[in-house]
Nanobody, 115 residues
């Protein structure tokens, strides 16, 4: 059974930082492209960042320089370091594991940026 379990969300003030984690089980983690998506109320889910099995990364243009995705294959975990958070970053953040023939999602973790 595949499980992606996100953690690290919460309430943070503007300008603050959070680190999200996603622990995967039931998959050969190292071969998957891992991604973070987010969905704000009333908006479509969008790709935040992804990291390939080889370590190549890609980011939503507007987030470059503030967010960093990384992975630890030994721990089957992908991270999203979020700095200089803004109210518009408020959303549910979802972890995604993807290869050509399969795709899995976590349950999401809420990030709220507010003073």
């Amino acid at each position: 059974q595949v499980q992606l379990v996100e953690s690290g969300g919460g309430l943070v003030q503007p300008g603050g930082s959070l680190r999200l984690s996603c622990a995967a089980s039931g998959i050969i983690f190292s071969i998957y492209t891992m991604g973070w998506y987010r969905q704000a109320p009333g908006k479509q889910r969008e790709l935040v960042a992804h990291i390939t099995s080889g370590g190549s990364t890609n980011y939503l243009d507007s987030l470059k320089g503030r967010f960093t995705i990384s992975r630890d294959n030994a721990k089957n975990t992908v991270y999203l370091q979020m700095n200089s958070l803004k109210p518009e970053d408020t959303a549910v953040y979802y972890c995604n594991a993807n290869i050509i023939v399969a795709q899995y999602w976590g349950q999401g973790t809420q990030v709220t940026v507010s003073s």
